[in-house]
């Protein structure tokens, strides 16, 4: 074991997608059998080239200020692919050793054939998912995937000694779930000291690369609500760092507490012979002076830059954090500056947004900038605030300016919020309203629908990019969006769904739509940040207050109806998701916001009334995304974020149903709130968990109508008749059928039409398999 000290400049991890996305488009042609593994792997490789360049472009040449963090998919699949951790259903894709090659790690994250891929979920509070590892008692736990320590070689021999980044052991099993084989009461907490044994085989064989430093990451203990008693976290933890610790071939262990605080578990921490902590004090406060003490002789490593929002980093605030933290630590405790968790939450670089306003511009610091953010921190705790007074004054400045544009408060916008009474967020009675919606549509048993977008063809995007560059003139592009509109209802007529959605063609996507609408937001061109695997999100930018210039939605939606006697589904995003989706301001009050985005929703229903629209979806797929990880804050949080849906929908007649839908999830963590929504029709995403969530449905006597998905949208699978059948009887059995419906899990935008088709069509005729046996 080396003692290379930590360099004072660092950050906890970076997009890993590419500046371009170069990983997103290598990986779908891989999938679409456009290119071979070796280009795939060329084109990782340097995408891992550019990241090490751009790292030392911005000044992080010292040994360990880099990060190893690559993965292909997910952090999480990454350890369990190191690991050798597959559900049984897997078994047969591992190699003789125990290892995955590339394709069965793929189809682990997004299934194949008969294969149904493993679960998805959100990261703690963030858009970011993970995949999650299914053990029991038996599950083979080893170290036999080199990924890792290969990306170490990889750079080292690049000349760079990079600090890999693996998710931590603690945070890996608290994460996983007891496969369908485990026995009743088993925890993946009781396999700890397997994957420790696994783990102290990677800790060698990083050393043995070149590492001279490795983090492991426990977000997991920021949290006090799991399932498992904090008792047993706490042995945990003791156990997995002292028997880590205690490892004499291995780099020097960073123990990263990211995504709040760990102040509870540092006493823990303290005597175990791990080198090094990690803080996030953007999340978290800063520990108590006592807890601080106790890590003499460790290097602490302060994360007051944000590596979750976009908005310029306070200086003056961080310096003070830093301040606190260096006098509470006893003299010659290593103090260094980083980020408060890994960049991969936002954007490469400001500097590529020409096209926004210069102003705004200005405010705000993506991942190169917070790059230099800890950099000019880590100045200032060396060498004093003289040493950095341009940057403070042009910080205080910037900040001044912010607060007096004349967008980020206006005046009408918050009278009318201020006006908001609870009757405002209060419709009829839903025993009172729902006879009155249901002989409006007059639907059968087991109503069908899907969740509101269509394939996003190469067309489509063709047509958006020719209509954006000025090429496609006005009347020519909404001529083509209503051809794709055709095409969609006349689709769903001849699969015979019973509520029938427009398909979204005309949208880029589901929140940067409704942000290009509304005042008080900007986009990027730039701005892509990844959500798994492939999949990135451009998320629009809130910095000002919010109004609704004109209606959004009511011209499709209106035209889709008129093709069609089937009830027609008006689509609104929620405005928790479209705060959840973009970077919210950092200057207000979360409920307010909230409520701004309620009243610009509420007279958008309004108007689709108007045109005849009488089923209306407000999706709030990210309501679970955004619960506080600690059970003190979540009442206030399930307060605001509840109040402006209702205040959204609040003013709809008793004739229209309002829907929403949540995806990947765990509503049966907030299904109480959910109920609170007083949504006439909730769908969830359901088959992945194949219906796990039914048992807290029924527990908790959900009072209005369900549609628990039967079709995983996230996989390229076409999932059978009887596969969709089983799922829909499960929660006939345990729902019953008067409150059902039936739907995929979520949105249909990424698939295809080679497999939304066969889908959808069995998905129907799974519907009418069951409503024959009522």
């Known amino acids: 074991m080396t003692n290379q000290p930590l360099p004072q400049a660092t950050i906890l991890g970076y997009p890993r997608i590419g500046a371009n996305r170069e990983l997103k488009r290598a990986l779908e042609s891989y ?188 977000p997991a203990l920021a949290s006090d609500t799991w399932e498992v008693d904090g008792y047993a976290i706490a042995q945990a933890v003791k156990e997995a760092y002292s028997w880590l610790g205690a490892i004499v071939e291995r780099p020097q262990i960073l123990v990263a507490g990211t995504y709040g605080s760990i102040e509870e578990y540092l006493p823990i921490l303290a005597p175990t012979f791990i080198e090094g902590v990690a803080l996030d004090l953007v999340a978290g406060e800063v520990p108590a002076a006592e807890a601080l003490a106790e890590l003499g002789g460790k290097t602490v490593v302060a994360g007051v830059v944000s590596g979750r929002n976009i908005w310029r980093t306070n200086l003056d605030v961080a310096a003070e954090k830093l301040a606190q933290v260096k006098a509470a630590l006893p003299e010659n405790t290593p103090l260094v500056v980083a980020t408060s968790t890994s960049l991969q939450h936002v954007p490469h670089n400001v500097e590529r947004e020409t096209a926004l306003d210069e102003q705004l511009r200005s405010w705000l610091a993506f991942a190169d900038q917070k790059v230099g953010e800890v950099q000019v921190l880590a100045r200032l705790l060396a060498e004093g605030e003289d040493a950095v007074q341009a940057e403070l004054e042009l910080d205080r400045r910037l900040r001044e300016e912010r607060a007096n544009h004349p967008g980020v408060k206006r005046a009408e916008v918050r009278e009318r919020v201020a006006q908001v009474s609870d009757a405002d967020r209060t419709r009829t009675p839903y025993e009172e309203r729902e006879p009155v919606a249901s002989a409006k549509l007059g639907l059968p048993p087991l109503p069908t629908t899907t969740i509101g977008s269509f394939p996003q063809t190469k067309e489509i995007r063709a047509a958006r990019a020719a209509h954006r560059a000025g090429k496609l003139s006005d009347a020519d592009y909404q001529q083509a969006m209503k051809d794709e509109i055709a095409h969609v209802v006349k689709l769903q007529e001849e699969l015979g769904l019973d509520v029938l959605v427009h398909g979204e063609a005309e949208r880029n996507d589901m929140v940067q739509y409704f942000a290009e609408l509304l005042e008080g937001f900007s986009a990027t061109q730039h701005g892509w940040v990844q959500s798994y695997g492939s999949r990135c999100t451009r998320p629009s930018i809130l910095w000002g207050d919010i109004t609704r210039p004109a209606p959004m939605t009511t011209e499709w939606s209106a035209y889709a109806a008129s093709l069609t006697d089937k009830p027609m589904k008006g689509m609104l995003t929620g405005p928790v998701t479209i705060m959840a989706w973009s970077f919210v301001r950092d200057d207000e009050e979360k409920g307010q916001v909230a409520d701004q985005l309620g009243l610009a929703l509420r007279d958008e229903i309004a108007d689709l009334e108007e045109a005849g629209i009488n089923v209306v979806q407000v999706d709030e797929p990210a309501i679970r995304e955004l619960l506080p990880l600690r059970a003190a804050d979540r009442p206030a949080y399930l307060k605001w974020s509840v109040d402006s849906f209702r205040l959204a929908t609040g003013g709809a007649s008793d004739e229209t149903q309002i829907h929403t839908h949540l995806c990947y999830s765990e509503f049966n963590v907030v299904v109480d709130a959910i109920d609170h929504l007083d949504a006439d029709v909730t769908s969830i995403e359901a088959s992945r968990s194949r219906m796990d969530i039914l048992p807290a449905v029924a527990e908790h006597g959900f009072g209005r109508q369900l549609g628990p998905g039967i079709y995983d949208i996230h996989s390229p699978r076409i999932p059978s008749v009887e596969e969709q059948t089983t799922l829909l009887q499960a929660a006939v059995d345990a729902l019953g059928a008067k409150a059902l419906w039936v739907n995929p899990d979520c949105g249909l935008k990424t698939r295809g039409y080679a497999e939304v088709e066969p889908a959808l069509a069995n998905m129907v005729a799974a519907a009418k398999a069951v409503r024959e046996t009522l």
């Open 31 to 218: 999938w679409a059998g456009k290119s071979d593994q070796a280009a795939l792997e060329t084109a990782a490789q340097e995408v891992r080239q550019q990241t090490r360049d751009r790292l030392a472009e911005l000044g992080l040449t010292a040994p360990s200020a880099q990060i190893a963090d690559f993965t292909y998919y997910d952090q999480m699949l990454e350890v369990s692919a190191a690991l050798g951790v597959v559900p049984p259903r897997f078994q047969d894709l591992l190699a003789e050793d125990g290892s995955l090659d590339l394709d069965a790690y793929f189809t682990l994250a997004r299934g194949k054939g008969d294969l149904a891929a493993q679960e998805m979920t959100k990261w703690f509070d963030s858009n970011y998912h993970y995949l999650v590892p299914e053990i029991d008692e038996n599950t083979k736990i080893d170290y036999v995937g080199k990924n890792l320590a290969n990306q170490v070689r990889e750079a080292v021999a690049a000349g760079v000694t990079p600090r890999p980044v693996v998710v931590g052991p603690v945070t890996y099993l608290l994460l996983a779930k007891a496969s369908d084989d485990a026995k009743e009461g088993f925890s993946p907490l009781d396999r700890l000291g397997d994957v420790l044994h696994a783990y102290g085989h990677l800790l060698m064989d990083l050393q043995a690369a070149g590492a001279q430093w490795v983090q492991l990451d426990e």
